[in-house]
C-alpha cells in the first residue's frame, strides 16, 4: 500500500511541475541569455538525484541489468527530441521596445502532453523490465530536464539569429 501512495505522490509532483512548465511556456516572455537554464538545471539535479534513488530501489531487492538501464538511455534521447519538436513549436519575435520575445502554442502544449506520456509508458517499461523499483518512474525528472533544456537551448539559438 505504501509504494501506490508513494506512486501517486510522484505522479502528483510530476502533474504540478508539467503543469507549471506548460503555463510558462504559453506566456509571453522575454528570451533571457541565462533564464531558459534555470529550470532545467534544477530539474537536472532532482534527475540525478531520482536515478540514483531508483537504483538503489531496484538493487536492494536484485541486481541490476543492461537492458532497463539502455531503455533509460533510450527515454533520454527521445526527451531530447522532443525538445527538438517542441522549440519548432515556440514563436520568437522581436518585440516593440526591440527585445526578443518568446511564446509557445497549442501545438507546444500538445507536444509536452505527448513527451509526459510516452515517458510514462517507458518508464513502466524500464521498471518492469528491472522486477523491482521505481527507476522508471523516478527518472522523470531528468527527463523533463533534457526535452526542457534542448528546447530552450534551440529556442535561444533562433532567438539570437534574429
Known amino acids: 500500500m505504501q509504494s501506490v501512495q508513494g506512486g501517486a505522490g510522484l505522479v502528483v509532483v510530476t502533474v504540478a511541475v508539467v503543469g507549471l512548465v506548460v503555463r510558462q511556456q504559453l506566456r509571453t516572455r522575454p ?17 540525478v538525484a531520482g536515478i540514483a534513488f531508483g537504483i538503489a530501489s531496484v538493487v536492494k ?19 531530447a527530441g522532443f525538445g527538438v519538436v517542441r522549440a519548432r513549436t515556440v514563436r520568437v519575435w522581436h518585440g516593440p521596445q526591440g527585445e526578443v520575445l518568446r511564446k509557445g502554442s ?42 526542457l533544456g534542448t528546447q530552450n537551448v534551440l529556442v535561444r539559438g533562433r532567438a539570437a539569429a534574429l
Do not use: K
Request: glycine share 12%; proline share 4%; no cysteine.
Open 31 to 47: 528570451v533571457r541569455r541565462n533564464g531558459s537554464l534555470i529550470a532545467p538545471a534544477v530539474l537536472g539535479v532532482l534527475g
Open 61 to 79: 531487492s536484485r541486481p541490476l541489468t543492461l537492458l532497463p538501464l539502455a531503455l533509460l538511455v533510450v527515454s533520454l534521447a527521445v526527451a
Open 106 to 147: 497549442a501545438a507546444t502544449t500538445a507536444w509536452w502532453l505527448a513527451s509526459v506520456a510516452v515517458h510514462g509508458a517507458l518508464g513502466l517499461w524500464i521498471d518492469h523490465l528491472a522486477g523491482a523499483g521505481v527507476l522508471g518512474a523516478v527518472s522523470v525528472y531528468a527527463y523533463l530536464a533534457i526535452g
